[in-house]
């Protein structure tokens, strides 16, 4: 049974209403994410529990974060976390159906760790189906939100399993996306990559920046890579 709730060095995570709980997948996501310098506005697609909005506000001091979902009961939950953080004054959990949001300004960097089991069978859970299911967001829909709502200099990252790439990145291409930096994570060493870290722009980049990113050097032994990465949020 998963924790109710997971305490990092600076706020904490309650989960006991949402469908995904704290995972490896978000917390990368919310440590690897870039946003141009001086960014004022941030958006986090999905929010879910609220914990890559959290993990952007301590990043980004300066900007002001937006988190929107459609599942209700993770609206409550992501707005609970974030007035018992220190960010409750530049976080903002809403309601929001990406593909209709139109927010009044456009964002400097935009995060999605979005559904991702795009042809497998959905869960009989709603709740779940819809945090884990590509059903009520497509790649194409998220691909096409974020170009619309991301300024021409801004970010958009996202986190997806290693299989899911071609696809994502397909749509991306055809919305006019360029790939600027890519994170290929392994769990161990000798295993193949699981997942990816990738971070799209607007305009084409002189140089691609790849990395390889590995979570454990041994059984329950997080890599220098992993304790580097995550050194200010987890507590151990």
Same mark, same amino acid.
């Given at each position: 049974?998963?924790?109710?709730?997971?305490?990092?060095?600076?706020?904490?995570?309650?989960?006991?209403?949402?469908?995904?709980?704290?995972?490896?997948?978000?917390?990368?996501?919310?440590? $690897?994410?870039?946003?141009?310098?001086?960014?004022?506005?941030?958006?986090?697609?999905?929010?879910?529990?609220? @914990?890559?909005?959290?993990?952007?506000?301590?990043?980004?001091?300066?900007?002001?974060?937006?988190?929107?979902?459609?599942?209700?009961?993770?609206?409550?939950?992501?707005?609970?976390? #974030?007035?018992?953080?220190?960010? *409750?004054?530049?976080?903002?959990?809403?309601?929001? =159906?990406?593909?209709?949001?139109?927010?009044?300004?456009?964002?400097?960097?935009? #995060?999605?760790?979005?559904?991702?089991?795009?042809?497998?069978?959905?869960?009989? =859970?709603?709740?779940?189906?819809?945090?884990?299911?590509?059903?009520?967001?497509?790649?194409?829909?998220?691909?096409?939100?974020?170009?619309?709502?991301?300024? *021409?200099?801004?970010?958009?990252? #996202?986190?997806?399993?290693?299989?899911?790439?071609?696809?994502?990145?397909?749509?991306?291409?055809?919305?006019?996306? %360029?790939?600027?930096?890519?994170?290929?994570?392994? *769990?161990?060493?000798?295993?193949?990559?699981?997942?990816?870290?990738?971070?799209?722009?607007?305009?084409? #980049?002189?140089?691609?920046?790849?990395?390889?990113?590995?979570?454990?050097?041994?059984?329950?032994?997080?890599?220098? $890579?992993?304790?580097? @990465?995550?050194?200010? %949020?987890?507590?151990?």
């Amino acid at each position: 049974m998963s924790n109710k709730y997971f305490e990092f060095k600076k706020f904490t995570i309650h989960q006991d209403r949402c469908a995904m709980k704290v995972g490896t997948d978000g917390t990368l996501l919310g440590a $690897w994410a870039s946003a141009p310098a001086q960014s004022r506005y941030i958006l986090d697609i999905g929010t879910g529990t609220g @914990l890559i909005a959290l993990m952007m506000a301590q990043r980004y001091p300066e900007a002001q974060i937006v988190g929107i979902d459609i599942d209700d009961a993770a609206v409550a939950q992501a707005t609970e976390n #974030v007035a018992t953080s220190p960010f *409750t004054e530049r976080i903002s959990i809403l309601k929001q =159906d990406v593909t209709t949001y139109k927010p009044e300004m456009q964002f400097d960097a935009i #995060v999605s760790n979005p559904p991702y089991f795009v042809d497998s069978l959905t869960c009989p =859970d709603e709740q779940r189906s819809i945090a884990r299911h590509a059903v009520t967001l497509t790649f194409e829909a998220l691909i096409k939100s974020a170009y619309r709502l991301l300024k *021409t200099e801004g970010t958009f990252s #996202v986190v997806i399993p290693t299989e899911m790439r071609s696809k994502l990145e397909a749509y991306a291409r055809l919305e006019g996306f %360029f790939i600027s930096k890519v994170c290929c994570i392994k *769990t161990t060493p000798k295993k193949p990559s699981k997942r990816q870290l990738i971070e799209f722009t607007k305009n084409p #980049v002189n140089e691609l920046f790849t990395c390889e990113g590995i979570l454990e050097t041994s059984p329950n032994t997080r890599s220098d $890579w992993y304790k580097e @990465l995550t050194n200010d %949020f987890y507590i151990r």
